[in-house]
């Protein structure tokens, strides 16, 4: 489904800019590895426009992509990822 991810999330690129001023967007975790199972959620990377870091356009991003997936997502905003596990992430981090 990684491959299924990517494509819809590229296919709403212009959607996810002008509706909710996403910058950066990515995947990472058990999809970008081949390890997920059924009930993984998705994890993904954000980042937005100065002035769209809000709790609600977060929030409604959120439900709209989990909406859209039809699964549970995990939206992390970049900035937010714990320093210590960034690099980690970031390696495996499969941007759209």
């Keep these: 489904m990684n491959n299924d991810i ?11 800019v002008e509706k909710f001023g996403v910058t950066e967007i990515a995947i990472f975790g058990s999809y ?4 997920q199972r059924k009930d993984s959620d998705i994890d993904i990377i954000v980042d937005f426009k ?7 356009n977060y929030m409604n991003l ?7 997936f ?12 714990n320093p210590r596990l960034k690099p980690f992430i970031m390696e ?5």
């Design 70 to 81: 039809g699964k549970k997502v995990d939206l992390v905003i970049k900035s937010a990822i």
């Design 50 to 56: 100065e002035g769209y870091k809000t709790f609600d």
């Design 6 to 16: 990517q494509v819809i999330l590229q296919e709403r690129k212009n959607y996810l």
């Design 32 to 35: 970008t590895r081949g390890e």
């Design 62 to 68: 959120k439900f709209y992509l989990e909406e859209l």
């Design 92 to 96: 495996e981090a499969v941007y759209v």
